[in-house]
Every structure is written in structure tokens, then in C-alpha cells.
């Protein structure tokens, strides 16, 4: 038999029939909805005439558009963002497909939502009409992001004509060290090799380094991969990750429960696959990352200064340089520590979990955010606010000055209230820098959690371990 990558496992496995050399009828397992890609794609599924194929595998969540701001009852304002949540909402409830919908106690953002909740098991494919879908590939789940078209085609049929991946494999060994994460590491990863570094394949990590990683650690890793252009993210599956899927499952039990951890074991590259592309990392190398253009591959060490265009071979790269310093009115050669910020966001699909709320609660410890910064911090889950208040996290950032704010995407990408004005500068935890990202003319500059809360008590980005050398602990 002939050895096989995990990726390519995970596709035979959920080939309804081959179509021809590229392309796959695959099988999906599990279907998220957010309430901005669905509505076209029930309009036409009601067009003619059709009902949800499976709706008990397909789950809905309103997240992008939905206000933050502290209240007890949420109120979309819009009138077009209220109109899409009713809409899904009435879609839902026609198909029965179960909805955390804007005033539920456990909403928040999908790729939040549906692990913490045992949504996610190892081997299955995972779709949803957002890029960010490679989060799964934490649980050993092929997860990949859908169009809208795509999106009616599985609500009829819960399958999807899907073209194959290459496959790339990123192996890191070593440890990170004090003071840098995950996040540091796949900003590393895409500032080497590329926004369009991984594009076409399905990317693999493997090595000592990722094998360290905590679950919510790896969950941040796949959740960027896309940033490189890739169809997709894997990690095998491991005790920490088996683990953390059986915390959450408790219909896995007994005989159950010992077949899925068989399986699950199973789910593994043959140690005679080949890869289509290989990299190599040394975790020991990664410094804390910051952004400083319109792209995440746009990112230097803290420690580094912004390359000069006229050193890049590439003359597309070299104009998207220019062009980038412009915009983020910076200067080549420049620094990025020191640089004055004006905002800081903590929060989104990549960094709004408990593990990040932590992490930033440790660094802020009793400072205060400096004068002149607003600080954000939004979780990414009913269940990770309501867990981050019974610790003690929201009391602490509030008593420090940051706004406590109720779950959803906010001002990762500007989809409803929380908006950043022209030219201001934002310390961000999101995945993307794109311009006008965060708000038409606004600057953002992607960083880790500790990263972010280093520049909200200091006001100005700041290599958070200067700070954990001096420890100002609660």
C-alpha cells in the first residue's frame, strides 16, 4: 500500500467518488454559518425548492456583525447587519439547525464556539464560509473555508466538489523560548516564506516544538496558516490534543471511546510519505513578531528594523513594500519598538481564548494601560468571558484600564460598531493588516496577546520581555 500523508488520509476517507484527477466528491462532516456568507446561499437552496440535507450537521453562529459593548441585551443597531442575523436566525429555525444567536449565553465566534464544545474530533472534515476554518487542523480535523456558492451546495447535499492540495510539512524542533508563542512562531513562519508561500498546498507541522504546543497554542498556529496563502493546516493528533477532545466529548464513552482512540492514533503521516515541500524551524530562533506593513508576512523580530524595498529581488514585493511603509507611515530601516500606539485590540478566532486572557492578565499584573491608549479586550466566547470572569481576568484588566467586552469577531475586521478612526494605530491580536482592516485608514500591527498588553501599559510597542524581567505581578 502506498504511504500516505495525513492530508491525503483525511480525503480518501471522505471521498464519495472521484471526479477525475483534481477533484473529489468529499463528504463533510460538520458545517459552520456565520450570518454573512449563509443568506445568499439559503435563498437559493429555497429558490428551488430544496430542504438542508443533514441539518444535525450544520451549525450556525452569529459573530462578525454583532455589537460588543457591554450590555445585558444586545442590540443590533444596523439595519442590514440586524436584517442578516434574522435572517439566519429564521433560515435556522426553518431547517432545525441549531443557532447560537446573538443573546445566546454560550455565542461567540465559530472557530471559538465549536471546539470548545466537542464540535471538533479528530479525522473529520470541517467547513465553514470563513478562511479561518484551518483553526481544526489542531484536533487533527481537515478544515478549509467555502465560498457562498459552496455553501448552498452543502446545505443541499452536505458535500462539496473539492480540488486537492498539494502537501507542504513545517517541522519545528526546539522550544520557544520566555517571552515568545505560537503567535510569534507562524508570524516567523509567513514573514520566511511568504504570503503566498503555502498556497495550493495543505500544510503539516510536526516536530518537538509543536509537540509542546498547548491545544489553544495550536489552535493559533493553523488559524494563521492561511495567512500563507494555504488550503489548510494539520497536526496529528496527540495525547494533548486526544485529551482535550475527550474534556469536551462526554458522549464518547466506554467501548465508544476506546474505537475513537484507536482510531484517532491512527491519524498520522506514514513515516514513508512524501511531501511536496519541506521547511525546517528552529523554535529557539523566534523572537517576539510584529507586523509592520499591510500583510502578515510583513513582520520583523522586535528586535529587527524594517527591511529597506530596495533590497527585495522581487519587484512585486519591492512596490508592496513601499506602498506598505506608506500607508503604516513608517520608514525603512525604522525600529518598531517605541513606535506610539493608540489602540490596543486583544481578541479574535486567533487569540480569544482563556490561554490568551491569561497570558495577558500575567503581563499587565497591576500596571494600568497607559494614558492616551484604549484598550479592547473582547473574548471569543460566551464561555471564555464567563471562565476569564470567575478567575479574576476581567476585574483585573478593568481595575488596569482596559474595556471588558462581550464575545465576538468586533474589531478584527470592522464589521459592526468597533471601528478604529483614520490613522490611528492599533496593537492588535487579530490575523490579517490588510489596509482599512480596522478601519478606513487605521493601522494595525499583528502581535501576541503578551505582546499586545506590553503596549497598552506602556503605550508605544514594547518587546514584552523587558517587562517579564521586571515582573509587576497581582
Not at 500516505?4 to 468529499?26: C, G, I, P, W
Not at 474534556?247 to 482510531?263: K, M, N
Not at 478604529?420 to 493588516?433: E, F, H, K, V, Y
Request: with cysteine.
Amino acid at each position: 500500500m502506498t504511504a500516505q500523508t495525513l492530508y491525503r488520509k483525511l480525503v480518501a476517507s471522505h471521498t464519495v467518488t472521484k471526479l477525475d484527477e483534481q477533484n473529489v466528491l468529499l463528504f463533510c462532516d460538520l458545517h459552520l454559518m456565520n450570518e454573512y456568507t449563509s443568506p445568499q446561499a439559503f435563498a437559493g437552496l429555497h429558490e428551488l425548492e430544496r430542504e438542508v440535507a443533514m441539518p444535525g450537521q450544520n451549525v450556525a453562529v452569529v459573530s462578525h456583525i454583532i455589537p460588543t459593548y457591554a450590555v445585558k441585551v444586545r442590540v443590533i443597531a444596523d439595519a442590514a447587519s440586524a436584517l442578516q442575523a434574522s435572517k439566519l436566525k429564521a433560515n435556522c429555525e426553518r431547517h432545525g439547525i441549531p443557532l447560537f444567536d446573538t443573546n445566546d449565553a454560550l455565542q461567540g465566534i465559530e472557530h471559538v464556539v465549536a471546539p470548545e464544545h466537542g464540535m471538533i474530533r479528530p479525522g473529520m472534515v470541517v467547513i465553514c464560509g470563513d478562511s479561518h476554518t484551518t483553526t481544526y487542523g489542531a484536533l487533527g480535523a481537515l478544515g478549509f473555508g467555502i465560498g457562498t456558492s459552496e455553501v448552498e451546495h452543502v446545505l443541499a447535499t452536505q458535500t462539496l466538489v473539492y480540488r486537492l492540495a498539494k502537501d507542504m510539512r513545517i517541522t519545528v524542533d526546539g522550544r520557544l523560548l520566555a517571552g515568545t508563542t505560537a503567535k510569534d512562531l507562524i508570524l516567523m513562519i509567513i514573514s520566511r516564506i511568504g504570503a503566498q508561500g503555502a498556497r495550493g498546498y495543505v500544510v503539516e507541522f510536526s516536530g518537538s516544538a509543536i509537540d509542546a504546543l498547548s491545544v489553544e497554542a495550536r489552535f493559533t498556529l493553523c488559524n494563521m496558516t492561511v495567512e500563507a496563502g494555504a488550503r489548510g493546516a494539520l497536526i496529528a493528533p496527540d495525547h494533548t490534543a486526544m485529551d482535550y477532545v475527550l474534556a469536551r466529548t462526554p458522549d464518547i464513552t466506554g467501548a465508544w471511546c476506546e474505537q475513537a482512540l484507536a482510531h484517532w492514533a491512527t491519524l498520522k503521516s506514514d513515516s514513508a510519505a512524501v511531501f511536496d515541500i519541506e521547511h525546517r524551524f528552529d523554535a529557539t530562533d523566534v523572537a517576539p513578531f510584529v507586523t509592520w506593513g499591510t500583510s502578515p508576512d510583513q513582520a520583523i523580530a522586535i528586535t529587527d528594523r524594517i527591511p529597506q524595498p530596495d533590497t527585495l529581488d522581487d519587484s512585486v514585493q519591492r512596490l508592496s513594500a513601499e506602498q506598505a511603509l506608506r500607508y503604516t507611515a513608517l520608514a525603512a530601516g525604522q525600529a518598531l519598538e517605541g513606535v506610539p500606539i493608540q489602540h490596543v485590540f486583544i481578541g479574535s478566532c486567533t487569540n480569544g481564548r482563556i490561554e490568551d486572557l491569561r497570558a495577558v492578565a500575567a503581563v499587565v499584573g497591576t500596571r494600568k494601560v497607559a494614558p492616551g491608549v484604549r484598550a479592547m479586550v473582547v473574548p471569543g466566547s460566551g464561555a471564555v468571558k464567563a471562565q476569564a470572569e470567575a478567575e479574576g481576568i476581567a476585574a483585573q484588566l478593568m481595575t488596569a484600564g482596559f474595556e471588558w467586552r462581550q464575545p465576538g469577531c468586533s474589531m478584527c475586521l470592522a464589521m459592526n460598531d468597533d471601528v478604529l478612526a483614520p490613522g490611528q494605530r492599533c496593537a492588535s491580536t487579530t490575523n490579517r493588516n490588510f489596509e482599512g482592516r480596522q478601519g478606513r485608514g487605521a493601522i494595525t500591527h499583528l502581535m501576541s496577546p503578551a505582546m499586545a498588553a506590553a503596549a497598552a501599559v506602556t503605550g508605544c510597542i514594547t518587546d514584552v520581555r523587558r517587562l517579564q524581567e521586571t515582573p509587576n505581578h497581582v
